[in-house]
């Protein structure tokens, strides 16, 4: 203030009469100025402002979308300033604690990079070996190096399941139904106009003829557009069969559809995101390339991926996990790309822990041999029994055919019988199931097991495992290309060995020998003149005969040779469900010995006589306006305890070998809704004293 007196003079001169008016009000400034720097720390940081305008410089992780003004390069001196994960007024996911929990991403020091960096999504639709997209990876992204980031598939699945409705929800408790949801929607649908496969996954739209479909009429998404993969994970209503667990699925989150659900190539369901997050660090791993402990930090091996003979490596070194969309209601199916490809099943356990893979015999038919599927003790225990059934329903006789009805046809000469529930025979379908890609088992998609025997001479003509009822004249809907149920897969075992040139082969009358050029495809007629020559079966096959021209066929066309324990897949449907007509097979004629077989038959949806069992309606009204009994094969049985004998005061109830309830003295009656064939066993102190076995009527009591 004394320097400010001693310039007043002077600014006197300068403006008369208002020297000294002047150095009082720039006095009064100087002392508001004081005051505010002391009293501002207790109202306002000092960096306020600075704080403020650097939120326009910070990258935004939920998305990967640069800020469109470049942070300044930083200076030689000085180390680059760590822009903070999130804008300061943007929350973090609700879910982001419990996810990285569930992927075990940075709950320890081994494990403190996201599962999913470094690794690109490849998407296939249903049996196409050929990805119809894969992840959209930006410069930025790819060069991220940052281990505690989340990865763009991280944020995506987190954006699903914050929009799943599920923020009240622990993600925990989220079902595979869930899972299925959030995929399509992290792949498809995504954030703002990104999603993680390029242009949506516009490529992986429907591969049959889409119109009229109901997502184009909802209200919501009018004036939206929308992936096409969204219409071929949901087919549409009049082209998805209602599985028995239809009502279970959740809905794709801001869309209203169906989702798809995902396997792996080798068949394995994707049912939580902790699989997921397991499948994508394998997937750093490849086989035979490193061991877990030889890993780098962030899960890859060596620094360029140099060596990789799996195909898995893409550019800078980044890794692929393939998943395979299967559409709502429908089954998974492999797809092979060439004659020879391994399958290795290593979800699928088998008696005496053998490794159980697939091996592809034929790309059209769609045919694979399966590798310790069974063993010969299973083979013998499933003949025995066959060969000791006694009821009608069951036992050996002559082959029938056809949809429904006992009808013998003259060009099937083989035997057969049905294992419905015995304990190998249930094993078998439950491991066939499991080989098929289906994490659950459920019995109305499997026939029994039927069990054939072709002695000398007799066969079977090609025909399709796949039911024709083009006319729609039964109660089942068999129709597969929209909502009917049908043979979906069929799984052959082969329980006896023939000697070389003894027939019995299963030929494939579409297809032609594994590895055979085009110019040495041998016509019929020249097979046929072939046999002839060589007199094989001049003694005991009639000429011209269907068996005669059954085996020129056998010995010129793709044909799988019997023996011992081998088990061979092939399908009856195409994956957009229209019957496969490739696959028509045959029985050879058996030249020399005796052929033992099986085959389990599996459905797409549950089969006719089944609650859940798609129906022809009118057939149906037709039916009971005539008064005819509706078809349903499940029974109702009652199980009592008299209290007769004392030796059953203990006694306990089993489905087999499976405990069911408590059946001793004081015990309540116990009811299970139940099919014919089903064998239920009695047991005190672990010992089978009575066993019932169900039959035709619809309500049976049992006593003890």
Same mark, same amino acid.
């Given at each position: 203030?004394?320097?400010?007196?001693s310039?007043?003079?002077?600014?006197?001169?300068?403006?008369?009469?208002?020297?000294?008016?002047?150095?009082?009000?720039?006095?009064?400034?100087?002392?508001?100025?004081?005051?505010?720097?002391?009293?501002?720390?207790?109202?306002?940081?000092?960096?306020?402002?600075?704080?403020?305008?650097?939120?326009?410089d910070?990258?935004?992780?939920?998305?990967?979308?640069?800020?469109?003004?470049p942070?300044?390069?930083?200076?030689?001196?000085?180390p680059?300033?760590?822009?903070?994960?999130?804008?300061?007024?943007?929350?973090?996911?609700?879910?982001?604690d419990?996810?990285?929990?569930l992927?075990?991403?940075?709950?320890?020091?081994?494990?403190?990079?996201d599962p999913f960096? $470094?690794?690109?999504?490849?998407?296939?639709r249903?049996?196409?070996?050929?990805?119809?997209?894969?992840q959209?990876?930006?410069?930025?992204e790819?060069?991220?190096?940052?281990?505690?980031? +989340?990865?763009?598939?991280?944020?995506? #699945?987190l954006?699903?399941v914050?929009?799943?409705?599920g923020?009240?929800?622990p993600?925990?408790?989220?079902?595979?139904?869930?899972v299925?949801?959030?995929?399509t929607?992290?792949?498809v649908?995504g *954030?703002?106009?990104k999603? #993680?496969?390029?242009?949506?996954?516009?490529?992986?739209g429907?591969?049959w003829?889409?119109?009229n479909?109901?997502?184009?009429?909802?209200?919501? +998404? %009018?004036?939206?557009?929308?992936?096409?993969?969204?219409?071929?994970?949901?087919m549409?209503?009049?082209?998805?069969?209602?599985?028995?667990d239809?009502?279970?699925?959740?809905?794709v989150?801001?869309?209203g559809?169906?989702?798809?659900?995902f396997?792996?190539?080798?068949?394995?369901?994707?049912?939580s995101?902790?699989?997921?997050?397991q499948?994508?660090?394998?997937? *750093?791993?490849?086989?035979?390339?490193?061991?877990?402990?030889?890993?780098?930090?962030?899960g890859t091996?060596?620094?360029?991926?140099e060596?990789?003979?799996?195909?898995?490596?893409?550019?800078?070194?980044?890794?692929?996990?393939?998943?395979?969309?299967?559409?709502?209601?429908?089954?998974?199916?492999?797809?092979?790309?060439?004659?020879?490809?391994?399958?290795e099943?290593?979800?699928?356990?088998?008696?005496?822990d053998?490794?159980?893979?697939?091996?592809?015999?034929?790309?059209?038919?769609?045919?694979?041999?399966?590798?310790?599927?069974?063993?010969?003790?299973?083979?013998?225990?499933?003949?025995?029994k066959?060969?000791?059934?006694?009821?009608?329903?069951?036992?050996?006789?002559?082959?029938?055919?056809g949809?429904?009805?006992y009808?013998?046809?003259?060009?099937r000469?083989?035997?057969?019988?049905?294992d419905?529930?015995? %304990?190998?025979?249930?094993?078998?379908?439950?491991?066939?199931?499991?080989? #098929?890609?289906?994490?659950?088992y459920?019995?109305? +998609?499997?026939? $029994?097991?039927?069990?054939?025997?072709?002695?000398?001479?007799?066969?079977?003509?090609?025909?399709?495992?796949?039911?024709?009822?083009?006319?729609?004249?039964?109660?089942?809907?068999?129709?597969t290309?929209?909502?009917g149920?049908?043979r979906?897969?069929?799984?052959? +075992?082969?329980?006896?060995?023939?000697?070389?040139?003894?027939?019995?082969?299963?030929?494939?009358?579409h297809?032609?020998?594994?590895?055979?050029?085009?110019?040495d495809?041998?016509?019929?007629?020249?097979?046929?003149?072939a #046999?002839?020559?060589?007199?094989?079966?001049?003694?005991i096959?009639?000429?011209?005969?269907?068996?005669e021209?059954?085996v020129?066929r056998c010995?010129?066309?793709?044909a799988?040779?019997?023996?011992?324990?081998?088990?061979?897949?092939?399908?009856?449907?195409?994956?957009?469900?229209?019957?496969?007509?490739?696959?028509?097979?045959?029985?050879?004629?058996?030249?020399?010995?005796?052929?033992?077989?099986?085959?389990?038959?599996?459905?797409n949806?549950?089969r006719g006589?089944?609650?859940?069992?798609p %129906?022809?309606?009118?057939?149906?009204?037709?039916?009971?306006?005539?008064?005819?009994a509706?078809?349903?094969?499940?029974? *109702?049985?009652?199980?009592?305890?008299?209290?007769?004998d004392?030796?059953?005061k203990?006694?306990?109830?089993y489905?087999?070998?499976?405990?069911?309830?408590?059946?001793?003295? $004081?015990?309540?009656?116990?009811?299970?809704?139940?099919?014919?064939?089903?064998?239920?066993?009695?047991k005190v102190?672990?010992?089978?004293?009575?066993?019932?076995?169900?039959?035709?009527?619809p309500?049976?009591?049992?006593?003890?």
């Amino acid at each position: 203030l004394s320097r400010l007196e001693s310039l007043s003079p002077l600014l006197g001169k300068m403006s008369p009469g208002k020297g000294i008016s002047a150095v009082k009000t720039a006095s009064i400034c100087i002392v508001a100025y004081l005051v505010g720097v002391a009293l501002s720390p207790y109202i306002l940081p000092v960096d306020f402002l600075t704080s403020k305008l650097q939120q326009h410089d910070v990258v935004e992780p939920q998305n990967n979308v640069a800020s469109s003004i470049p942070a300044a390069p930083p200076t030689p001196t000085s180390p680059p300033t760590k822009l903070p994960k999130k804008q300061p007024d943007e929350p973090p996911f609700p879910h982001e604690d419990a996810y990285k929990s569930l992927v075990n991403f940075g709950t320890t020091d081994d494990n403190k990079h996201d599962p999913f960096r $470094g690794v690109d999504l490849v998407i296939h639709r249903n049996g196409e070996p050929d990805p119809c997209s894969r992840q959209d990876v930006t410069p930025e992204e790819a060069a991220m190096e940052d281990d505690a980031a +989340l990865s763009p598939t991280s944020l995506a #699945l987190l954006h699903a399941v914050d929009n799943l409705g599920g923020r009240k929800k622990p993600l925990d408790m989220h079902i595979k139904y869930d899972v299925d949801a959030m995929i399509t929607h992290a792949l498809v649908v995504g *954030k703002g106009d990104k999603s #993680l496969l390029q242009g949506r996954g516009e490529s992986c739209g429907p591969t049959w003829e889409e119109k009229n479909h109901y997502i184009d009429r909802l209200p919501h +998404l %009018k004036d939206t557009s929308i992936s096409t993969m969204i219409k071929f994970c949901d087919m549409g209503t009049d082209k998805t069969p209602i599985q028995l667990d239809h009502e279970k699925l959740s809905i794709v989150p801001e869309i209203g559809s169906m989702p798809c659900h995902f396997h792996t190539r080798e068949g394995l369901r994707i049912t939580s995101l902790e699989q997921l997050a397991q499948l994508a660090r394998a997937a *750093k791993v490849p086989a035979g390339e490193c061991t877990e402990d030889e890993r780098n930090p962030d899960g890859t091996c060596g620094t360029d991926g140099e060596g990789d003979t799996d195909s898995t490596t893409v550019a800078g070194g980044r890794r692929e996990l393939h998943l395979y969309a299967v559409q709502a209601g429908r089954q998974f199916i492999f797809a092979p790309k060439y004659v020879g490809e391994i399958f290795e099943l290593p979800h699928v356990k088998v008696p005496q822990d053998l490794p159980v893979w697939l091996e592809v015999i034929s790309l059209k038919p769609r045919v694979l041999d399966v590798f310790n599927f069974f063993d010969r003790a299973e083979s013998a225990a499933i003949v025995d029994k066959a060969m000791k059934e006694t009821s009608e329903t069951h036992r050996i006789k002559r082959s029938s055919t056809g949809a429904s009805g006992y009808n013998v046809n003259s060009q099937r000469t083989s035997e057969n019988g049905f294992d419905t529930h015995g %304990k190998q025979a249930q094993a078998v379908k439950r491991r066939c199931m499991n080989v #098929l890609g289906f994490d659950t088992y459920e019995e109305s +998609l499997t026939d $029994g097991l039927q069990v054939l025997r072709y002695n000398q001479t007799t066969a079977y003509v090609p025909h399709l495992d796949w039911i024709d009822d083009y006319q729609k004249l039964q109660e089942h809907d068999f129709d597969t290309e929209h909502m009917g149920s049908n043979r979906f897969a069929t799984i052959l +075992l082969y329980m006896s060995d023939l000697e070389k040139d003894g027939g019995g082969e299963t030929v494939f009358s579409h297809g032609w020998p594994p590895g055979q050029a085009e110019e040495d495809h041998v016509q019929f007629k020249d097979a046929l003149a072939a #046999l002839r020559e060589s007199g094989d079966v001049e003694k005991i096959l009639k000429r011209d005969s269907w068996e005669e021209k059954m085996v020129a066929r056998c010995r010129s066309r793709l044909a799988i040779r019997p023996h011992s324990s081998r088990a061979v897949l092939f399908y009856s449907q195409n994956p957009d469900g229209t019957p496969d007509n490739n696959s028509m097979h045959g029985g050879c004629p058996v030249v020399n010995g005796e052929k033992w077989a099986a085959n389990l038959w599996v459905w797409n949806a549950p089969r006719g006589g089944f609650p859940g069992s798609p %129906k022809n309606q009118h057939v149906v009204e037709k039916n009971r306006a005539a008064g005819k009994a509706p078809e349903d094969n499940q029974k *109702k049985a009652s199980f009592t305890n008299t209290h007769a004998d004392e030796k059953m005061k203990n006694a306990k109830l089993y489905f087999q070998d499976t405990f069911w309830g408590k059946l001793g003295v $004081g015990d309540p009656a116990l009811n299970v809704n139940t099919y014919e064939g089903h064998q239920w066993n009695v047991k005190v102190d672990e010992k089978t004293v009575k066993t019932f076995v169900i039959d035709k009527r619809p309500s049976q009591p049992y006593v003890i």
